[in-house]
């Protein structure tokens, strides 16, 4: 077997020996592919083989995927040392301790599985969010909770924070009124909305609000240097007033600048003479021509207010005009700081009434969400009031706490764990329990800042517990840095770009970044392939549109080719599967749904997108539209919709006829009048038969009867394909769920589905997905395939918020953000930290798509117009290609002819073929399940003779059908609550004996 570095080895080794020790502090940050999961686990079983109580170890996970993995890798493992051969137990032991602690673990863990088993609802392995729905379980009155609160999913959230930004918009407050018309005059409708809903996602329950509008208004000219008192206009005008005494000074200026007959000196000059004329000039309008004399249009002083000629014949007219440069300056720094404070006290005020109006409905409803829980918690384990006895129960309940993926955990959920191991690092007298805390992440996967998390959060909080341990020899530091998962030539470009060009913002003191790889000789390739560009003939949006198309064509021929010719895998000996090739975006934009698109057409299996908004796919629109029709009949658009959709499939010149031929009437009317028309028959008995339902059937009913009983889910395949099935499903399960309110009515179903967001959620981390994945960076967090390509690396992905938060000692403070040329220029001072942190996050992001790759790694991209590649992902890869290519021998450079731009393409390849033996590519294809083959040609149509039952018949078969149903049911709900118990071999003949019984 390969190894890799000796040193790497021995600090994994080093975090092995340490595992079992009850009171030692871990802090273990691990690079991409090193095995933190496994770290994590092999803690928590150690832990148990040191005789600890499962209910008294606690660990946190990042998401319900992971904390289900993580419960199934222990079941796994348990299981296994239950049942394996001594070597294999001792060997399995060896890897989580030293051999001393492997001698007496021996009998235990033979054991554990049974012991473990019959309490496994007690592992406390769980998310952070639902640790705290616990807690708040146990102590509803110290809380505030209600003891059986509901908790509110993404969705539900949604359609509350939209009603209660709806029912604020349309309230009649003057203050909710005047806000609303300042911001219109800013942002368009859209605009604002969008605005609004970005700032409702943006964690408002741990923003702390100040006590009066009063009190927040004030801050907040404090924090944009204003003066409490005054607006723009009254500044303006007080300046303005001075124009008078100035009138001597503008006159010298207007006669020195037009002395020197320059071109610059003179466009002043006529401006200060225009100005002179025309003192009667509004003051805002009179200040607006004067700031251009000393200004630009960006609001700096001009570099060069005057020539040469003024400064050495008339100094006085010079000193005077720097003077005054800096008066308009400030003055005008001040106006800006006006404008924002308007912007920003208004946004602020319709956000505060939206989230009070939010906690209102709340309240009411009796549920909390997902913000509420971590908050609540908090508060819980903090409060002056129950501290104390909180954490005297938690602290007998709790002595070993285990944080996964810490470096996306923030700064309100590092809180909740500070107060929960608060008692950890104060040893009191006759307190012999051993405690610890146990943390694993890494910092430069720290990619979900919009949540709150941050790479300089995981640092400085790995500084704060280190510094609360009495004992520097109960605290442990590890850096892991042996990947198991990719090869030696995509670790080496790793290290080369982010070392090369600093991408992630260390100082000189932090260490280089360093990996090595566990398959130190398996073969890896790192292949850069040229940028499209566009031809010099066509627009910008035409072009940037058609390289996005023509991209994402080449990609899925590529892979089309790698799989029709069984390209080999050369580490692992076998051809090439769909499964193995996972596709890179970093947004799930028209590009993305490109490339899905393309190896559809080309027959490549492909996994469809791991999230989908439901309401932009076709089929869900036209069954909406078929709602609203339903509910208005005199709705044409609506109409014209279902018409020309699937579900009637009439074309645009049958539609016309009927529009045009129905004078004032609604498009309904004129398919009535076409009732003889044998083109229309159909379409009218449809319409007449779901007009009738609509009276008696519920929403479920209605779609149900349309899509089965009248065939619709059919003409919708034929038209929009297989993957429309899932869509209409999930609207299937929308209008059941819908179903379980109280207050039910196909009127409120549709307004819900019109006015709401649904998106679906994939999970790509299963193991038997043989398809191709396409995914953006932050979908593919902890997924891993032979084959990775990036597919749009010069991409500049810096979406920048259009607002941030200013702490103060009496609140949060929401700030707006202008252009540059709108915004006061202190601000750039705060804003620089932001834009540096995005930066840094741009690039983490890099690493992350680059380390999910094991063999082979290619990147491309398109270029855009008007846009420098070189700050990209590609462009620093390029450099660092071009680099490592003068260093390496077996380093190959190739001109593409095809390319436009001549651009080389770049390959590095180290390593050889594994010499493993494996099975051959026939013989990986049999170990599949061989589908029958009505599910790939379709179930044949029935005969006529079959088809042509008469009534008598019919009827019959349905009867034998309702009166089997209940029976096959039972029988189907007993399989499978039965064969997932039962060994493989068993379960023909178990189902044989349950039929015959």
């Known amino acids: 077997m390969d190894t890799g570095s000796d040193g790497c080895e021995k600090k994994a080794r080093s975090v092995t020996m340490m595992l079992h020790q009850k009171d030692q502090h871990i802090w273990i940050s691990a690079s991409a592919g090193t095995g933190k999961t496994k770290r994590l686990s092999d803690r928590y079983l150690a832990l148990l083989l040191e005789e600890v109580d499962p209910r008294k170890i606690l660990c946190l996970t990042f998401t319900k995927a992971a904390a289900a993995e993580m419960q199934i890798r222990i079941q796994n493992r348990l299981s296994l040392w239950s049942s394996c051969t001594d070597d294999v137990l001792i060997e399995e032991l060896s890897s989580m301790g030293p051999p001393e602690r492997v001698k007496i673990w021996k009998e235990k863990a033979r054991f554990l599985f049974f012991k473990v088993m019959d309490r496994f609802e007690e592992l406390r392995i769980q998310t952070i969010h639902s640790f705290a729905q616990s807690l708040l379980s146990s102590f509803p009155l110290e809380a505030g909770a209600l003891a059986f609160f509901d908790l509110l999913d993404d969705m539900r959230r949604g359609a509350l924070l939209s009603l209660s930004r709806d029912r604020v918009l349309a309230s009649t407050d003057e203050s909710i009124l005047d806000a609303w018309s300042i911001l219109l005059k800013r942002f368009s409708p859209d605009a604002l909305f969008a605005l609004i809903d970005k700032i409702l996602e943006d964690r408002l329950a741990f923003r702390t609000r100040f006590e009066s509008e009063e009190s927040l208004n004030q801050a907040l000219r404090g924090f944009l240097q204003l003066p409490l008192k005054g607006d723009a206009d009254s500044w303006i005008k007080e300046a303005c007033l001075e124009r008078h005494t100035h009138k001597d000074f503008l006159e010298s200026a207007l006669s020195a600048l037009y002395q020197t007959e320059s071109k610059s000196d003179g466009e002043k000059a006529d401006t200060i003479n225009y100005l002179i004329k025309n003192f009667s000039l509004s003051p805002v309008n009179w200040w607006q021509r004067y700031t251009t004399i000393f200004l630009t249009n960006t609001g700096s002083i001009r570099g060069t207010l005057a020539t040469k000629k003024v400064k050495e014949n008339t100094p006085q007219v010079y ?40 906690n209102h409905e709340k309240k009411n409803q009796g549920v909390l969400d997902y913000d509420d829980l971590i908050y609540k918690a908090f508060s819980l384990l903090t409060s002056e009031e129950h501290r104390a006895w909180i954490q005297y129960r938690m602290d007998h309940r709790i002595e070993h706490v285990l944080v996964d993926e810490a470096q996306d955990t923030n700064a309100f959920q590092w809180k909740m764990i500070q107060a929960l191991c608060e008692e950890f690092f104060t040893q009191q007298k006759g307190d012999a329990r051993e405690r610890s805390l146990f943390v694993v992440g890494d910092e430069k996967q720290s990619i979900y800042s919009f949540q709150g ?26 850096a892991l840095t042996l990947s198991y998962r990719s090869s030696s030539s995509i670790l080496r470009v790793v290290d080369h770009v982010f070392n090369h060009a600093d991408l992630l913002g260390n100082d000189s003191e932090s260490p280089r970044m360093q990996h090595d790889s566990f398959h130190k000789t398996q073969y890896g390739q790192v292949s850069l392939w040229p940028l499209l560009s566009r031809s010099d003939d066509s627009s910008e949006l035409d072009a940037e549109f058609s390289l996005k198309s023509d991209l994402a064509g080449h990609i899925a021929k590529s892979v089309q080719d790698w799989l029709a010719t069984e390209r080999l895998l050369k580490s692992q000996g076998r051809s090439i599967q769909p499964g193995d090739v996972l596709i890179l975006v970093q947004k799930r934009d028209d590009f993305f749904f490109d490339l899905i698109r393309a190896l559809k057409r080309l027959g490549v299996p492909v996994a469809g997108a791991d999230r989908v908004v439901l309401n932009e796919q076709l089929v869900f629109k036209d069954l909406v539209a078929f709602g609203r029709f339903l509910l208005n009949p005199e709705d044409d658009y609506s109409l014209a919709v279902v018409l020309k959709g699937p579900l009637f499939g009439l074309t645009e010149e049958q539609i016309a006829l009927l529009a045009f031929s129905r004078g004032e009437h609604s498009l309904f009317d004129a398919i009535m009048k076409h009732m003889q028309s044998e083109n229309f028959s159909f379409v009218k008995d449809m319409l007449k038969i779901f007009l009738n339902k609509l009276d008696h059937e519920t929403p479920y009913g209605l779609y149900s009867s349309l899509l089965y009983e009248h065939h619709g889910l059919q003409k919708i395949l034929a ?95 929401l700030i707006l953000k202008e252009s540059q040329e709108s915004q006061p220029d202190f601000l750039k001072s705060h804003l620089a930290p932001s834009n540096t942190g995005n930066d840094e996050e741009y690039f983490r992001k890099l690493y992350v798509a680059m380390t999910r790759a094991e063999e082979e790694l290619y990147i491309t991209g398109w270029k855009p117009a008007k846009q420098s590649t070189e700050k990209t992902w590609y462009g620093y890869l390029l450099e660092s290609m071009k680099e490592i290519s003068n260093q390496q021998d077996n380093f190959e450079a190739l001109k593409m002819g095809c390319d436009p731009l001549q651009n080389p393409t770049y390959h590095l390849i180290q390593g050889s073929a594994s010499l493993i033996s494996h099975p051959k590519s026939e013989e990986v294809k049999q170990t599949f399940l061989k589908l029958p083959d009505w599910v790939i040609n379709g179930v044949a149509r029935e005969d006529k003779e079959t088809a042509d039952l008469d009534e008598k018949e019919a009827l019959l078969s349905t009867e034998l059908f309702d009166f089997y149903k209940t029976e096959r049911g039972v029988f189907i709900h007993k399989l499978l609550e039965e064969l997932p118990r039962l060994p493989l071999a068993m379960h023909e003949r178990f189902v044989d004996h349950y039929m015959k019984t």
């Open 319 to 358: 000193e005077w005009l720097e003077a005054e440069a800096e008066r308009v300056y400030i003055l005008n720094q001040q106006i800006k700081g006006y404008h924002l404070y308007i912007l920003s006290s208004s946004i602020g005020l319709v956000i505060d009434r939206v989230a009070e109006r939010y």
């Open 453 to 478: 998390a941050s790479a300089d959060l995981f640092t400085y909080m790995k500084s704060y517990f280190k510094q609360q341990v009495e004992s520097k020899e109960l605290w442990r530091e590890h």
């Open 719 to 813: 038209r929009l394909g297989e993957e429309a099935c899932e869509y209409v499903q999930e609207f299937l399960i929308l209008a059941y769920n819908f179903e379980q309110n109280p207050l039910v009515s196909f009127e409120l179903f549709i307004d819900w589905v019109t006015t709401e967001s649904f998106k679906i959620k994939r999970d790509f981390s299963a193991q038997n997905i043989d398809e191709v994945r396409v995914m953006t960076v932050h979908g593919s967090k902890g997924l891993e395939a032979p084959v990775v390509i990036i597919a749009d690396a010069a991409r500049l992905d810096h979406d920048p918020s259009r607002h941030f938060w200013h702490t103060t000692p009496q609140g949060d403070l």
